[in-house]
Structure formats: structure tokens, C-alpha cells
């Protein structure tokens, strides 16, 4: 029996419950929450995670599991840098401790958007060394989403 129901395509506008989780348990769950909107294509999510919605009909729930790097990509040691405490000042973060593991949202260089680093090391010159790779880059990832509307 073929249903009428709507399918995820590329530009469709999403309403949906989605749960990311990696080896530590759950990065990110809406279930809790109001369901979150999205237009799948527009990279709001990955593209892998974006593919695992593709075809999904209205009203179904599914778990996806992503092999290790597949849903945002590999670590990458070029995306762990050291910021002197000047341009923590200079970026409106100057708070006076950072500890490690403590995650910090910094503006996009076009001031349209935040991204997010995570603190690995502080030297005793207030330098901060950051982790700007995804929580949950190099990780498998359990994707697990529950499609409430298609337009």
C-alpha cells in the first residue's frame, strides 16, 4: 500500500524532534522541547545528517547510527588553537577563568553567528588553547529523529 503521506525532500520545510548522540551520551536532544524547524538543504544540520532525512515520510521516527567521522567529518588538529588573552578581550570574552572542558561561543567573523570552542588548556599568561572541531568530529553518532510535519 503506497501512503499519500509527505516526504523529506531537498527544500522542504521541516518540523521535527532530533536527538545527536556520540560515546558520552546526548550533545544535543529536542525531545524535551519544542520541536525544531529547518528547510533540508540549506546546511543547517550536516550533510550526512541531512541525507538520513531524505525520503523520511511525515510522521515517522527513526535512529540513524553514523560510523565514526561520518556525520562531521574527522578531528582535525588544525582546529585546535591557542587565542592570547588580547584577542579573548578583543572578541568580548575576557572572563577571568576558563576551565578546562568549558565550552565558549564566539561570533562569526561576519558577526551573523556564533560557533563554539572548547577549552583544552589555559597557560599562565592567560593564553587559551581551543578545540574548534565538533563535539562529536572522529565519533560515531546515534541520530535520532521523530519527522512531525513536511511543507
Known amino acids: 500500500m503506497h501512503s499519500n503521506l509527505p516526504r523529506a525532500q531537498a527544500g522542504s520545510f521541516l518540523t521535527l524532534h532530533y536527538r545527536l548522540a556520540g560515546p558520552a551520551g546526548d550533545v544535543l536532544n529536542t525531545f524535551a522541547e519544542k520541536p525544531a524547524t529547518m528547510t533540508l538543504g540549506q546546511q543547517q544540520l550536516s550533510p550526512a ?8 515520510e511525515e ?16 578531528r582535525d588538529p588544525a582546529m585546535r588553537q591557542w587565542l592570547p588573552r588580547k584577542e579573548l578581550v578583543a572578541l568580548g570574552e575576557a572572563s ?38 565538533h563535539p562529536l568530529a572522529g565519533h560515531p553518532v546515534s541520530f535520532e529523529v521523530q519527522l512531525i510535519g513536511v511543507l
Open 49 to 56: 545528517l541531512e541525507q538520513c532525512l531524505m525520503g523520511m
Open 59 to 74: 510522521g515517522s521516527r527513526a535512529i540513524f547510527e553514523l560510523p565514526a567521522g561520518a556525520a562531521f567529518g574527522e
Open 96 to 133: 577571568d577563568t576558563y576551565e578546562v572542558g568549558e565550552v565558549v561561543q564566539f561570533p562569526t567573523p561576519d558577526g551573523q553567528g556564533k560557533f563554539a570552542g572548547v577549552v583544552l588548556e589555559v597557560r599562565a599568561d592567560g593564553a587559551v588553547q581551543f578545540d574548534f572541531n
